[in-house]
């Protein structure tokens, strides 16, 4: 399908989905007596829907009501993780349209959003999502050390921008953003929270998954100022069992998360409120989640490999209300961020051995610290004439010192002269066979503003921009040794500085309360850097350039009879530059980036939630997107030189929904409650040039809720009942070893939840 037909049934089908809409939409008056009815109906679905319409959402710099926002946005509530059972990303950032999850690595695993991805594993350079929390910027450019997948517990929602927004949040945001928020102290009341879990998966040789959560809110001088601390922790039993092992143990994937979260709120005067949160989180697995066999619950690896990731962030922000003329918030932040990852390398390096506890492995210690500053203005009131202006700066200071041992390499090097170029101290010093540094040192700063004009009642033009200057400093070495084939280090610098101008313009109708119907233009950029591996192969560019995206979309949000609430957008965005995450040739397979080719991202979004009754709800959310190369993209290792036109983005499948259906009985004693979920994601290739696909799956969970004694809430669940084997993820099946992620195989289990208020 060309890219002018495509455009050509976007905007059809956009037209489309408006009239069908608008026509009964503009019937509804805003009576008094509908606006009340509206209200109680969107505050019902609220309670049992993950796509209400009346949260309040602060991703835009500004508190709207989402339902109000012309842009494609989701939000979910505290309340709403806590029915779903949430407690990480992979329980319900995939349920929402446009989003599907790279699950694979704890503590480092993707979001990706409308299909922008170069990669199911990690981008080689900084993530196509932005992530956030509280509005600070938690993913620093380049290869990210650590994702925060923040704990769902005290979460006052998860917001999520479909969407580039390089407006107001400036790079990583080609595909969209999730920004979490966390709740902070509360002056005005004391309150406390507890949440227990334990449940049991298939294949977890009888071990548990457990969770201990607390939360604590305490007024010290009443109205003024507050604190709030969070603690947990969390196990979630391994499933897979490691053959390679002496001997062979079952399941091994055990993963831990502990976390603390305190905040201080103080309001020293009316219109002046001061907030400091400071957040811990660590992971700790004992074994990867990969598996080597495919329709298994199995791997083989000569040992364990583990991995610990950790964010320390503290932040202080300020806001203060300047009386008619505008509100001013400032927040600074400073993140600390560490990673450290053990592979084995199975390909009989120097020793010729594969197997057993001698087999080569690599281990790699990160670290990354990230500075943040920003500072904006914005209007007051509800006139003809809005706006908003700030200006924003990011340092982030990143180290990474990956090595690679071959046990009995030295030695084994200097017995056999003959076979090798150099001698055991040069290629294999203490048996070490690989080693990598990379320093790299980013800035970012940013002006950024947009100003919204009504000249007539229901019509809205926005327009607004952000103009950034970034530096990209690095080195990197790649160590003397035998996978490098070289006696001497070699090494790469790059001092690159890029400016530009991200643009955003859009025209938002609202004929009435019930209905929004919007056309938006945006543009997102993702900075450039240093590769890595910079000097290693002639092949190889010492760096690589920023690339872009721009984004033509039409949305409509509605309510219909009062029952019914709609959130539908059609799109389409072209990529341009792609940094594209690319390997070398055997047996060393070394990564890279290169700025190549160009493609095409058409969709359609729609979230629905219908109450059939005062008491069921039906919500469903679907997706089809169609990602595919405009443009051939160079791989110089590749079969046939590189990917041709018309080839699928990595990961992005053409057909995603979610539908939930909810029971609720609030009226009957103890609030039962009873929901069923459904996810379905259909087949999607997962590298360039791999035909290995993930999909092509459906997962059904369910929940049983009571109320005990007024503050304890029992919750019943199942979640993947069928036992659903799902691959999503197998990014390096092309090369020497397959290397499958899973769903979690079915989980049965029970949680309690007490809350003082």
């Known amino acids: 399908m060309t890219a002018q037909i495509q455009r050509r049934l976007l905007w059809t089908a956009g037209t489309a989905i408006a009239a069908l809409i608008a026509v009964p939409a503009a019937a509804q008056t805003d009576t008094p007596a509908t606006k009340a009815a509206s209200s109680k109906t969107t505050a019902s679905a609220a309670k049992t829907d993950i796509a209400s319409q009346d949260i309040i959402v602060t991703a835009t710099k500004r508190a709207e009501s989402l339902s109000q ?24 950032i995939n349920r929402l349209p446009g989003v599907v999850f790279n699950d694979y690595q704890p503590g480092v695993s993707e979001v990706v959003i409308r299909g922008i991805a170069a990669t199911t594993y990690h981008e080689q350079g900084q993530t196509t999502v932005g992530y956030y929390i509280n509005e600070i910027n938690v993913v620093e450019p380049g290869f990210p050390i650590a994702i925060p997948d923040v704990d769902t517990f005290d979460l006052k929602r998860v917001e999520v921008l479909r969407g580039p927004q390089g407006t107001l949040f400036g790079s990583s945001t080609l595909g969209g953003l999730v920004n979490y928020v966390v709740n902070t102290a509360d002056p005005s009341k004391v309150d406390a929270a507890a949440e227990g879990i334990v449940s049991y998966t298939h ?13 604590v809110n305490l007024p010290i001088i009443k109205d003024k100022l507050a604190v709030r601390v969070m603690a947990l922790q969390r196990y979630d039993a391994g499933y897979i069992d490691n053959i390679g092992l002496t001997p062979p143990k079952k399941a091994t994937n055990n993963l831990r998360t502990r976390g603390l979260r305190g905040s201080i709120v ?9 907030t400091y949160l400071s957040m811990y989180q660590d992971t700790k697995l004992d074994d990867q989640t990969y598996i080597s066999v495919n329709h298994s619950y199995t791997r083989s690896t000569g040992r364990e490999e583990p991995q610990k990731t950790s964010f320390f962030l ?3 922000r300020l806001d203060q209300d300047l009386g008619d003329f505008a509100t001013l918030t400032v927040l600074g932040s400073v993140d600390e961020k560490t990673n450290y990852t053990l592979f084995t390398d199975p390909y009989g390096y120097v020793t010729g051995t594969f197997t057993g506890p001698n087999v080569a492995y690599d281990y790699a210690n ?9 500072a904006r203005l914005a209007s007051k009131g509800d006139g003809p004439l809005t706006w908003l202006i700030g200006t924003s700066y990011l340092r982030a200071k990143k180290y990474y010192f990956d090595q690679m041992f071959a046990p009995g390499a030295e030695s084994y090097i200097n017995a056999h002269p003959g ?10 010093p203490n048996d070490r066979i690989y080693g990598y540094l990379s320093d790299t040192l980013n800035t970012d700063f940013g002006v950024f503003g947009e100003v919204t004009w009504k000249p007539v009642k229901g019509l809205e033009l926005t327009v607004g921009g952000r103009y950034y200057d970034t530096l990209a400093e690095g080195d990197v070495t790649n160590k003397a040794g035998f996978v490098s084939g070289s006696p001497v280090d070699l090494s790469g610098h790059v001092d690159k500085r890029e400016n530009g101008f991200t643009p955003k313009a859009t025209i938002a109708i609202r004929p009435n309360s019930h209905l929004l119907a919007y056309l938006t233009y945006s543009r997102g950029y993702r900075v450039g850097g240093i590769n890595p591996n910079a000097g290693l192969l002639a092949t190889i560019p010492t760096s690589y350039a920023s690339d872009t995206v721009d984004n033509y979309e039409a949305g409509v949000k509605t309510t219909l009879w009062d029952r019914l609430t709609i959130d539908a957008s059609v799109y389409d965005i072209v990529w341009k530059g792609i940094q594209a995450r690319l390997f070398g040739p055997a047996p060393q397979y070394y990564s890279y980036v290169s700025n190549a080719g160009s493609a095409n991202v058409v969709g359609v979004e ?7 009754t005062p008491h069921l709800n039906v919500s469903s959310n679907v997706t089809y997107t169609d990602a595919e190369l405009t443009r051939f993209l160079p791989d110089t290792f590749a079969v046939g030189g590189g990917y041709q036109t018309g080839t699928t983005l990595p990961g992005s499948s053409k057909w995603s929904v979610a539908s939930t259906i909810n029971y609720d009985r609030n009226d009957l004693p103890g ?51 069928f036992n659903e084997y799902g691959i999503l993820n197998a990014p390096f099946t092309s090369q020497a070893a397959p290397a499958y992620s899973i769903v979690r195989p079915r989980t049965f289990g029970l949680r309690v939840d007490w809350k003082l208020r």
Request: aromatic letters at 10%; a negative charge.
């Open 69 to 92: 926002v012309a842009m494609p946005i989701s939000a979910i509530s505290g309340d709403q993780l806590e029915k779903m059972n949430a407690n990480s990303l992979s329980d319900y």
């Open 203 to 215: 294949n977890a040789d009888g071990q548990p998954n457990y969770a201990g959560k607390v939360m």
């Open 266 to 274: 103080f309001t020293p005067a009316e219109g002046t409120k001061i």
């Open 314 to 316: 503290n932040s202080l």
């Open 366 to 374: 990160a670290n990354a610290n990230i500075k943040t500053i920003e």
């Open 419 to 428: 076979d090798f170029a150099y001698s055991g101290d040069v290629l294999a």
């Open 606 to 612: 729609f979230s629905g939630s219908l109450a059939v």
């Open 671 to 721: 609030q039962p409650s009873l929901a069923i979920a459904h996810r379905y994601l259909s087949k999607a290739p997962v590298a360039f040039g791999s035909d290995s696909t993930r999909g092509d799956f459906n997962i059904f969970d369910l929940r049983a809720s009571v109320t005990l004694l007024h503050q304890f809430r029992l919750m019943a669940f199942a979640d993947n009942v």
